[in-house]
């Protein structure tokens, strides 16, 4: 039995309990509570001028029925605002139910509670809500130039505008170096929306007794719930209790804090003092969550004749939908994380969010990301067919070298933070890469291309996280987090660092997350942070832990500390492990007892012969108990690496695109279990994978969602997913305890870019969109071929 567990491909533990049905689920909870449904907009802009319940009232099993209106004014103000930055000059939030107009279709306006949902759907059903329709916007061109107004006080619909700009080493900025360089490029980009999809939707359940308010909600981030709940409805925090059961997936969209069901469904228990649920339907989910993805990239670059970038000049709109709950954090991190592994000469990036009358934008896995890698990779791209070299010559020629860490690139980053990489080597990586996809002896012919994408990802952002562990009677170790889970295996990775730092078999190590009753400070699950921060404190926290039981195990063996060591459990002297005691026997005499509950515990009562007299039983400046807490507070965020090959083959009649292969090499510092983190990355490539040639959200100009429906809304199979090969790059990070760095959302971010460097080395043809279809491919072969023809004769 090992107990040296770190880095190790240990089973997820969580698997086998999930895979037979014993999960439970925000809806698996609740059975007998009230049930909510909302009546929910049809118009993408509208005034709202009366709401008609009257045919409602007469629904059997009817409990309630609220309008704005009806809400009290705490409860009823415009939702939080939850990152303000200096830039959102015009920052707007919904109100938890529509006011006077409605800025999408999907925006909540009345909500009802019956006995069960039928009868709630039944009532929303006969409400008759009189709509003034408003022309709405739709589409980030029309946002920048229509005179029509997603919110009245918001001149031409721009929430907020950024620049960020890196003079060259010679003081100049990126435009005059553009201007002075040999060779220059200028090119338009445009990547679509898309949305996280979670196999389990949004969902809210609440009960009240009266004085306590319990919340389960399918979210990321229950410390915060919990905090936003308290706030709406003017109770002291101790008082709300907010726990996060499984939850079947985030992926970003359940971030965000509060939800207006996670204000409204709460207020409604405490007003009726019944418990109510609501569990979002997946309709629901398309048009009345979150999305992401839509940008316009307008790009200029000059360089020389090695392929060096001399100066880059990216203007970005950013398409952030009719509200900002989340800030304006997604083209901020788009606009830093563009410049990837490379060191730029000069570099300039503006962006412009513009509200739109659709679904609102919040992360989604990648979180801009994906945005910025498909520019400066499409860059790299360009810039290697323009002077005629190999694409990744043209890479390497502007790396950052592995001797050049720590690197600041002059940016500020999502975190508030400068944007430094702690440590790396792409050089390393871009020659396992190429031997893993076997670049240099790809055999190229029609229809048949090989695609590469290198990124950097800024992980483990702070404030903080923190790791309560505790050492009971039987020897068990029970870890718990703030922050939640929803697929990750953080049972597993926690256990692992738990059992590692305390020399226990990992069988005797639980984990607990989301729970507020059992940690109570956190900040969430988001941003491939989880492993890095909370990571980290339940590692400091264990060494707590081990540093009193060893000082307690000393003087039971009357032996110096510096001596002693942990395995399997037992403490013992080093070299000697006759001379020992189980960790068990440690914790109990840790809490000196008044009573005996057990054989165990009679051996810490005041007549067991244990006690010394010269001191009190808990000694001064101690707590009873082996246990231990700890914070991690990261001075920055830590930067994660990794490339991507990939090949495709184009069907040279349908134009359907089929992925072959496909290689990752990826750098998250020390890994903790490469088994999940090469999990991460296979599920990653999926979402990426569908994110490149399937998943788009399609808006019409009224702003109704047209394929609101897996009818409609492509996601790939397991038969569009090739086989994964991956492979590890270990550069620790100096900037934690334990050296490691993020993977959570490493899969997705580079996936576009790689097929689309794939897809036009098969075809000869320029990619600057994405998503792209097999019809779109078509037409691109058509207009290629009306251009080679030439125009009709008269």
């Known amino acids: 039995m090992t107990t040296k567990l770190f880095g190790e491909p240990v089973q997820r533990r969580e698997d086998p309990r999930l895979l037979t049905g014993q999960g439970r689920y925000l809806d698996d909870l609740g059975r007998d509570a009230l049930a909510a449904a909302f009546v929910r907009s049809p118009h993408a802009h509208a005034r709202i001028r009366d709401v008609d319940v009257t045919a409602a009232l007469d629904v059997e099993g009817l409990v309630a029925v609220y309008t704005w209106e009806d809400l009290p004014e705490r409860v009823g103000r415009a939702l939080p605002l939850l990152i303000p930055h200096p830039a959102l000059t015009h920052g707007r939030t919904a109100y938890p139910l529509a006011r006077d107009v409605v800025r999408h279709v999907g925006e909540p306006v009345v909500m009802v509670v019956a006995a069960d949902r039928y009868a709630a759907e039944d009532a929303c059903a006969l409400i008759e809500v009189d709509y003034e329709p408003l022309k709405p916007v739709v589409g980030l061109e029309e946002a920048v130039q229509s005179a029509q107004l997603v919110h009245e006080d918001v001149p031409g619909n721009v929430g907020a505008h950024l620049v960020q700009e890196v003079a060259a080493a010679d003081g100049r900025g990126a435009r005059e170096a553009i201007e002075a360089a040999p060779h220059t490029l200028a090119f338009r980009l445009d990547i679509e929306r898309s949305a996280s999809m979670p196999l389990?939707?949004?969902?809210?359940?609440?009960?009240?007794?009266?004085?306590?308010?319990?919340?389960?909600?399918?979210?990321?981030?229950?410390?915060?719930?919990?905090?936003?709940?308290?706030?709406?409805?003017?109770?002291?925090?101790?008082?709300?209790?907010?726990?996060?059961?499984?939850?079947?997936?985030?992926?970003?969209?359940?971030?965000?804090?509060?939800?207006?069901?996670?204000?409204?469904?709460?207020?409604?228990?405490?007003?009726?003092?019944?418990?109510?649920?609501?569990?979002?339907?997946?309709?629901?989910?398309?048009?009345?969550?979150?999305?992401?993805?839509?940008?316009?990239?307008?790009?200029?670059?000059?360089?020389?004749?090695?392929?060096?970038?001399?100066?880059?000049?990216?203007?970005?709109?950013?398409?952030?939908?009719?509200?900002?709950?989340?800030?304006?954090?997604?083209?901020i991190i788009t606009s830093t994380q563009l410049l990837g592994p490379y060191k730029i000469g000069a570099y300039r990036v503006e962006f412009s969010a513009v509200y739109t009358n659709t679904v609102q934008v919040t992360p989604y896995r990648g979180a801009g990301r994906p945005q910025g890698v498909f520019c400066m990779e499409r860059t790299m791209?360009?810039?290697?067919?323009?002077?005629?070299?190999?694409?990744?010559?043209?890479?390497?020629?502007?790396?950052?070298?592995?001797?050049?860490?720590?690197?600041?690139q002059g940016l500020i980053f999502q975190d508030g933070r400068p944007l430094i990489y702690d440590s790396g080597d792409y050089p390393e990586m871009l020659r396992m890469i190429k031997e893993l996809i076997g670049w240099d002896s790809f055999e190229r012919r029609p229809g048949r291309g090989i695609g590469i994408g290198c990124y950097v990802e800024g992980t483990?952002?702070?404030?903080?996280?923190?790791?309560?562990?505790?050492?009971?009677?039987?020897?068990?170790?029970?870890?718990?987090?703030?922050?939640?889970?929803?697929?990750?295996?953080?049972?597993?990775?926690?256990?692992?660092?738990?059992?590692?730092?305390?020399?226990?078999?990992?069988?005797?190590?639980?984990v607990v997350t989301g729970d507020t009753r059992r940690f109570g400070y956190a900040v969430g699950t988001f941003a491939s942070r989880a492993a890095v921060v909370s990571g980290n404190a339940i590692a400091l926290a264990c060494r707590k832990v081990r540093e009193k039981a060893l000082r307690i195990a000393a003087e039971a063996l009357e032996a110096n500390p510096a001596d002693l060591d942990i395995a399997d459990g037992i403490v013992h002297v080093a070299g000697t492990p006759s001379a020992s005691v189980p960790l068990s026997t440690v914790a109990v005499l840790a809490n000196p007892l008044r009573y005996a509950f057990d054989e165990e515990t009679a051996k810490a009562t005041q007549f067991s012969g244990t006690a010394a007299f010269d001191r009190p039983p808990v000694a001064e400046g101690e707590e009873p108990g082996l246990e231990g807490r700890d914070y991690y507070s990261p001075i920055r965020s830590t930067f994660a690496a990794g490339?991507?090959?990939?090949?495709?083959?184009?069907?040279?009649?349908?134009?359907?695109?089929?992925?072959?292969?496909?290689a990752v090499v990826h750098d998250c510092g020390r890994l903790i279990n490469p088994m999940i983190?090469?999990?991460?990355?296979?599920?990653?490539?999926?979402?990426?994978?569908?994110?490149?040639?399937?998943?788009?959200?399609?808006?019409?100009?009224?702003?109704?969602?047209?394929?609101?429906?897996?009818?409609?809304?492509?996601?790939?199979?397991a038969t569009e997913v090739p086989h994964i090969e991956t492979d590890h790059l270990e550069t620790p990070s100096p900037l934690n305890p334990l050296g490691i760095k993020g993977a959570g959302e490493a899969g997705v971010i580079p996936v576009s870019a790689v097929i689309a460097s794939a897809i036009e080395d098969a075809e000869g043809i320029e990619i600057d969109r994405m998503p792209i279809s097999p019809s779109e491919l078509y037409e691109a072969r058509e207009r290629r071929r009306l251009r080679a023809d030439g125009p009709p004769d008269e």
């Open 200 to 331: 389990e939707g949004r969902g809210v359940y609440a009960r009240w007794d009266g004085r306590d308010l319990r919340v389960y909600s399918s979210t990321q981030t229950s410390t915060s719930v919990r905090m936003a709940v308290a706030a709406a409805l003017g109770l002291p925090l101790p008082q709300v209790e907010v726990i996060a059961p499984d939850v079947g997936g985030g992926f970003g969209v359940k971030i965000v804090h509060p939800w207006p069901e996670e204000v409204l469904v709460p207020w409604a228990a405490m007003t009726l003092g019944r418990e109510v649920k609501w569990a979002e339907d997946r309709r629901e989910h398309f048009v009345s969550s979150a999305h992401e993805r839509g940008q316009v990239q307008y790009v200029r670059a000059g360089f020389d004749d090695a392929g060096r970038v001399l100066g880059l000049d990216v203007t970005i709109l950013h398409d952030h939908g009719a509200y900002t709950p989340y800030g304006i954090i997604v083209p």
């Open 381 to 408: 791209d360009k810039i290697a067919h323009y002077l005629g070299k190999d694409r990744t010559e043209v890479r390497a020629a502007n790396f950052i070298g592995p001797g050049e860490f720590p690197y600041d």
């Open 460 to 510: 483990g952002v702070g404030p903080y996280e923190g790791g309560h562990v505790q050492i009971t009677s039987d020897g068990r170790v029970h870890v718990s987090t703030g922050l939640t889970s929803q697929g990750q295996g953080h049972e597993t990775a926690f256990a692992q660092i738990a059992a590692t730092e305390l020399g226990v078999p990992i069988e005797r190590v639980s």
């Open 643 to 662: 490339m991507h090959a990939a090949i495709v083959e184009t069907d040279p009649d349908t134009a359907e695109i089929k992925v072959v292969r496909y």
């Open 677 to 717: 983190v090469e999990g991460q990355i296979h599920g990653g490539v999926a979402q990426g994978i569908g994110g490149a040639l399937y998943e788009r959200m399609v808006y019409d100009q009224h702003g109704q969602l047209v394929n609101a429906s897996f009818m409609d809304f492509l996601m790939p199979y």
